[in-house]
């Protein structure tokens, strides 16, 4: 499974308690008869992974099979940044490089105009230079669709 596509996070948790499994199964054999043909070559095999994944997995515990998601990076933009960008947007002048140099001056928080942008982006703000279509109000819109309907029936 390891390269495909969809390979889901439930998929490959059940590939981990199969790969721990048989290795308990193998060591069960070794211990009854003395000898087992269960290698990591033959469990990579039946889970189409690679080797090294199963060497990756062999020794975990079944606790150990549950990925662990960190919680991100931190946040680089304290609350006080985050209400000078809200209150810069839609005023002329404040492009994301302007708004950075007004964190600095009033934080002292030195941040990028890129990190500006994408919290404006997160926030659903715009910048002062961004001007609504004004071909995509609905009244615009109704008026366009009654001429195609017109232009359509026209005989």
Same mark, same amino acid.
């Given at each position: 499974?390891?390269?495909?596509?969809?390979?889901?996070?439930?998929?490959? @948790?059940?590939?981990?308690?199969?790969?721990?499994?048989?290795?308990?199964?193998?060591?069960?054999?070794?211990?009854?008869?003395?000898?087992? @043909?269960?290698?990591?070559?033959?469990?990579?095999?039946?889970? %189409?992974?690679?080797?090294?994944?199963?060497?990756?997995?062999?020794?975990?515990?079944?606790?150990?099979?549950?990925?662990?998601?960190?919680?991100?990076?931190?946040?680089?933009?304290?609350?006080?940044?985050?209400?000078?960008?809200?209150?810069?947007?839609?005023?002329?002048?404040?492009?994301?490089?302007?708004?950075?140099?007004?964190?600095?001056?009033?934080?002292?928080?030195?941040?990028?105009?890129?990190?500006?942008?994408?919290?404006?982006?997160?926030?659903?703000?715009?910048? @002062? %230079?961004?001007?609504?279509?004004?071909?995509?109000?609905?009244?615009?819109?109704?008026?366009?669709?009654?001429?195609?309907? @017109?232009?359509?029936?026209?005989?």
């Amino acid at each position: 499974m390891a390269g495909i596509i969809n390979d889901s996070e439930e998929q490959r @948790f059940l590939d981990r308690i199969r790969c721990i499994t048989y290795r308990d199964i193998r060591d069960e054999m070794i211990a009854r008869t003395g000898d087992s @043909f269960i290698t990591r070559q033959w469990i990579s095999e039946k889970l %189409h992974r690679d080797e090294s994944w199963v060497r990756r997995t062999w020794n975990k515990t079944t606790e150990e099979c549950y990925t662990q998601f960190g919680s991100g990076r931190s946040k680089i933009l304290s609350e006080e940044s985050k209400d000078i960008i809200a209150s810069a947007s839609g005023i002329t002048g404040s492009s994301s490089r302007n708004v950075a140099r007004e964190i600095l001056e009033k934080t002292g928080q030195r941040v990028s105009g890129e990190t500006v942008r994408r919290e404006r982006h997160r926030q659903g703000l715009k910048p @002062f %230079h961004v001007i609504a279509k004004p071909l995509k109000t609905n009244t615009h819109i109704e008026d366009r669709k009654w001429l195609a309907h @017109f232009v359509a029936n026209w005989t």
